[in-house]
């Protein structure tokens, strides 16, 4: 996956789906990032009741007139709460949602919040978009040639800036060896021999990388 930033809420591209954040607030969510242009779009589904906040909970609404022709409200939890885990674990809801419909890139509207440092607030985001964003297919040539997975490869940091988005690409780089021993793991255990293995480290060895 790749990651990008911009400023500004206006200085978008296009993508599949907005993320905006919300706090689980004591009768309505509460925004959690700097959205209030885009208020209006969402205000009937938040009125709605079936919105609250909840960590790791998400309402799409369909928009248009977006770059994105839908949002994904979703819950944070309660802000006196939030720590760098549940970050993870509320985004991760975000890609199981885009591997339902289908959808390859996402804009996030990174939440503000001044209990966890900057640093922290981008790796919990991008570890749980990247870590879930794996599909091991090697074994089902047929089963997937009518349904094939469907991965996240495109992320933009709305409010961020390049510093975020280098964060977030270092940790891309350290999700691929992650899904690079998942690969190992899943395999066939006739074909991933410890001959095998030693091969793969040899290969390592002489490319250098790092696992």
């Known amino acids: 996956m790749e990651f990008t930033s911009t400023q500004h809420l206006e200085s978008r591209h ?8 919300f706090w689980k607030g004591g009768k309505h969510p509460e925004e959690a990032s700097e959205t209030h242009p885009l208020s209006k779009t969402f205000s009937e589904a938040l009125a709605s009741g079936d919105f609250h906040g909840k960590e ?7 928009v248009k007139g977006q770059p994105e022709s ?4 979703l819950g944070l939890g309660p802000k006196s709460e939030i720590n ?12 199981r949602t885009c591997r339902h419909k289908r959808l390859k890139s996402v804009n996030i509207c990174l939440p503000k919040c001044a209990s966890i440092e900057q640093r922290g607030l981008i790796q919990g985001i991008a570890e749980g978009l990247l870590l879930p964003n794996y599909a091991f297919t090697s074994l089902k040539h047929d089963s997937i040639k009518d349904d094939p997975p469907v991965l996240l490869q495109k992320a933009a940091f709305v409010g ?21 021993v998942r690969d190992l793991v899943n395999g066939n ?3 991933v ?8 480290a040899r290969g390592l ?3 250098g990388r790092k696992i």
């Open 14 to 21: 296009a993508a599949d789906l907005l993320v905006i954040p």
């Open 56 to 62: 790791r909970e998400v309402l799409l609404v369909y």
């Open 70 to 73: 839908r949002f994904a409200l």
């Open 84 to 95: 760098v885990e549940k970050l993870r674990r509320a985004y991760s809801s975000i890609v």
């Open 160 to 180: 961020g800036t390049k510093s975020d988005s280098t964060i977030a690409n270092k940790c891309a780089t350290i999700a691929e060896s992650v899904n690079f």
């Open 189 to 191: 255990a006739d074909d």
């Open 193 to 200: 021999t410890s001959q095998h293995l030693a091969a793969v």
């Open 205 to 207: 060895e002489k490319t």
